[in-house]
């Protein structure tokens, strides 16, 4: 059983999503759970930089996997913290993560990181990220045309004064501005 401390320390060095797949507790519902990346079964200890926080589905997808002699090379789990994951894969427009070796080819398909749940997720913050930005460039555009408006405003006054003051210099002594 790992400590709670040790746990609380696993979620906030995941930022509360899983290592694997990057779903957030929150969007799970529910705490995750915490993973030997190398299994106890093949030699793996409690020690933080082997324990990943993690969905159950990719829990139970990577269950005590670890690579034998022959498999290394290709069969193997990226880890989150250690590996680079935007070097083996990406995420293309349509949610799918595309391998770009075929080590990373086995880890989306050992996790199943292509599971239609996580499709659409990917696609769901990509669209949000997006309405995000245009929200942050609208108000910017909001921002900049109400100094506009300000100026514009304060240049108006100001021709409008400059105006009245011509309006009363020209009359002469005696005339007035109305019509009789």
């Given amino acids: 059983m790992i400590e709670q401390a040790i746990r609380n320390s696993v979620r906030r060095a995941y930022q ?43 829990n139970r997808r990577k269950g005590d996997f670890w690579p034998v002699a022959e498999q290394v090379t290709t069969q193997r789990l990226w880890h989150p913290h250690r590996d680079h994951l935007d070097e083996h894969f990406f995420e293309h427009l349509d949610g799918r993560l595309i391998a770009l070796t075929e080590t990373s080819a086995f880890y989306i398909e050992r996790l199943q990181l292509n599971r239609p749940p996580l499709i659409t997720l990917r696609r769901t913050r990509r669209e949000v990220a997006l309405m995000r930005n245009g929200l942050k460039l609208a108000q910017e555009e909001q921002t900049r045309l109400r100094q506009r408006v300000e100026t514009l405003s304060q240049a108006l006054d100001e021709v409008l004064e400059q105006l009245a003051h011509l309006s009363i210099s020209s009359l002469q002594p005696g005339e007035t501005s109305g019509k009789t």
């Avoid at 797949?21 to 020690?47: Q, Y």
Wanted: glycine share 12%; hydrophobic share 25%; net charge negative.
């Fill in 16 to 58: 509360y999503r899983c290592g694997y797949c990057g779903v957030h507790e929150d969007e799970a519902g529910t705490l995750l759970k915490i993973d030997h990346f190398r299994p106890r079964s093949a030699g793996g200890d409690s020690e933080l930089e082997n324990l990943v926080y993690c969905c159950p589905t990719c």
